[in-house]
């Protein structure tokens, strides 16, 4: 049995209560999955009791309800039998567990679970499966290189102490979207009497045409680019890799729309640094609103760009989404899903399983145009996108997609013809 003191009652964090809106309307959320190799050398009870010691010590991982109602409330378990189990498994069990294996219900255990699973090679393989309410994708990462001694967790006093980042995220962003935080201030004057979700100017909505609401496409493709490639170029350009893809998304809408007004939501961890260790679900969204002449030249966009984004990527960027919504008067759910959401997760440590290049089409919906610039089986760049049908043309997105690769390569070039000469 795990003992650990903390609070069995607690708040819901923003993205917990707005995940709680969601699923009252669309469902239970998908779990966050992971299948990664256990090192060869570490025996079934090293594993075990490494898993213990981060169970005792995570806060997130005895959350065991959480509920709207009265304003919103968590509830956590003091103590529980460790939720691991060991299984043999044929190679179909395994990739069954990387793309299809289910959260456990929620019926007052812990709302997750690790498995090693004994493959038909002699290698273990641990299958973790969290509900999304307890963990964002990003902790999972942290959770697997802590359990396998690879990677450096960074240590703080808040390690582990999601019940008080999210007391602490609540004093800070009122419910209201009011407060006398720097966050308030900046994000006012940066959206400057726009709102936070203001649609991202496509010209390939389906709004005339009509589309197919329930319909959601996955398209998925490699670049003739690896990460490596992008931080070369970065370091010629005084840039980052997010900088160089963000500012050559910005072009491309621009080049398209003939806007040079673009805001796009972007995907953030959410964090303080304090919190940088920490597991739970601390993921979330913040708006860049990029102005100026000439953006659809990547260039000036990354020029533009660079100021900008150093300015949000701080304080700011921890505001809940939710919140920047409310104190920008944010509009109905409708404009919401015609902005894009652009997600950089250069992931050092692929999973086991990695989704094929193409397209795979099923029932669902999005709540934004989702592009996922991210690492690909054998370390090349990969961009993705998550295509609601209701809401975008699908043979749009593909050849915005395109432009989009084509541009990214482009600005790595001059750097490979140097190398090359």
């Not at 400057?192 to 197919?212: E, I, K, V, Y």
Request: proline share 6%.
């Amino acid at each position: 049995m795990l003992r650990h003191t903390r609070a069995s009652k607690g708040l819901l964090s923003w993205q917990q209560e707005a995940g709680l809106h969601r699923e009252s309307a669309y469902g239970r959320y998908s779990p966050v999955r992971r299948v990664f190799a256990i090192p060869d050398e570490m025996s079934d009870g090293e594993f075990a009791t490494r898993l213990a010691h981060i169970v005792d010590r995570e806060d997130a991982l005895h959350l065991v309800g959480a509920t709207l109602d009265g304003g919103g409330a968590t509830s956590y378990r003091q103590s529980f039998p460790l939720p691991l189990r060991h299984l043999s498994c044929t190679a179909e069990e395994l990739e069954h567990a990387a793309r299809a294996a289910v959260a456990p219900p929620r019926n007052g255990g812990p709302w997750w679970e690790v498995a090693v699973l004994h493959g038909p090679d002699g290698r273990r393989y641990a299958s973790c499966v969290f509900d999304h309410l307890v963990s964002d994708g990003y902790s999972v990462l942290l959770l697997q290189n802590e359990l396998t001694g690879r990677g450096r967790r960074e240590r703080s006093s808040a390690a582990g102490a999601y019940q008080e980042w999210v007391a602490w995220q609540r004093r800070e962003f009122p419910r209201d979207g009011g407060g006398a935080g720097a966050s308030r201030g900046f994000w006012l004057r940066h959206l400057d009497g726009t709102t936070a979700d203001r649609p991202t100017p496509l010209p390939f909505t389906t709004d005339a045409a009509g589309g197919q609401p329930g319909l959601v496409t996955t398209m998925t493709r490699d670049l003739p680019l690896t990460f490596d490639d992008l931080r070369a170029a970065a370091q010629v350009l005084r840039a980052t890799p997010f900088l160089l893809v963000f500012a050559n998304l910005i072009a491309a809408v621009s080049q398209l729309s003939g806007s040079e007004d673009i805001t796009v939501r972007v995907a953030g961890t959410g964090r303080r640094p304090s919190m940088a260790g920490a597991l739970g679900w601390f993921a979330d969204a913040f708006p860049i609103r990029t102005r100026a002449t000439g953006i659809a030249d990547p260039h000036r966009a990354l020029a533009v760009a660079r100021p900008l984004t150093a300015r949000i990527l701080g304080t700011p960027a921890t505001a809940p989404w939710e919140y920047i919504r409310a104190l920008s008067s944010a509009s109905d759910v409708g404009d919401a899903k015609r902005q894009i959401m652009l997600n950089f997760a250069p992931d050092e440590t692929p999973q086991l399983f990695t989704e094929a290049e193409g397209e795979h089409t099923g029932p669902g919906s999005a709540d934004a145009l989702h592009l996922f610039v991210k690492s690909g089986p054998e370390g090349n760049c990969r961009l993705a996108a998550l295509v609601d049908h209701g809401v975008f043309a699908p043979e749009g997105v593909r050849s915005f997609l395109d432009d989009v690769g084509h541009a990214l390569a482009t600005m790595a070039r001059p750097r490979q013809r140097v190398e090359s000469a």
